[in-house]
């Protein structure tokens, strides 16, 4: 019942930014908390950041203080601000949305907290 659409994921050099969009429809947006993971070729899903119904963020230490996430619940979508980009940052970023809600880190890093997920978009930081 929910679709999530990503984009604007490219390729920036190192020191760069870049913001992701990703897009919900189906079920009411809100009632969904939203999440970003991202993987690289050959490794687990990893966390990135997550955002609750009330506002309430959470980061993977690796992305604190150059990662942002937000929401606009009018346009049912949820964005990823990355700035200060590093090559370790090269993966394709999911955005996902989660029913359940969420309470602590260990709930937001969970993937099995999350019931939908987009396509993923490429995010390419170069030397």
């Known amino acids: 019942q929910v679709q999530l659409v990503e984009s604007g994921g490219g390729l920036v050099q190192a020191g760069g930014s870049l913001r992701l969009s990703c897009a919900a429809s189906?079920?009411?947006?809100?009632?969904?908390?939203r999440g970003w993971f991202r993987q690289a070729p050959g490794k687990e899903r990893e966390f990135v950041t997550a955002?609750?119904?009330?506002?309430?963020?959470y980061y993977a230490d690796s992305v604190k203080g150059r990662f942002t996430i937000s929401r606009d619940n009018a346009k049912n979508t949820v964005y990823l601000q990355m700035n200060s980009l590093k090559p370790e940052d090269t993966a394709v970023y999911y955005c996902?949305?989660?029913?359940?809600?969420?309470?602590?880190?260990?709930?937001?890093?969970?993937?099995?907290?999350?019931?939908?997920w987009g396509q993923g978009t490429q995010v390419t930081v170069s030397s």
């Open positions: 189906g079920r009411t947006f809100s009632n969904y908390a």
């Open positions: 996902a949305a989660g029913y359940r809600p969420i309470i602590t880190t260990a709930q937001a890093m969970d993937r099995r907290g999350y019931d939908y």
């Open positions: 955002i609750t119904r009330s506002g309430s963020t």
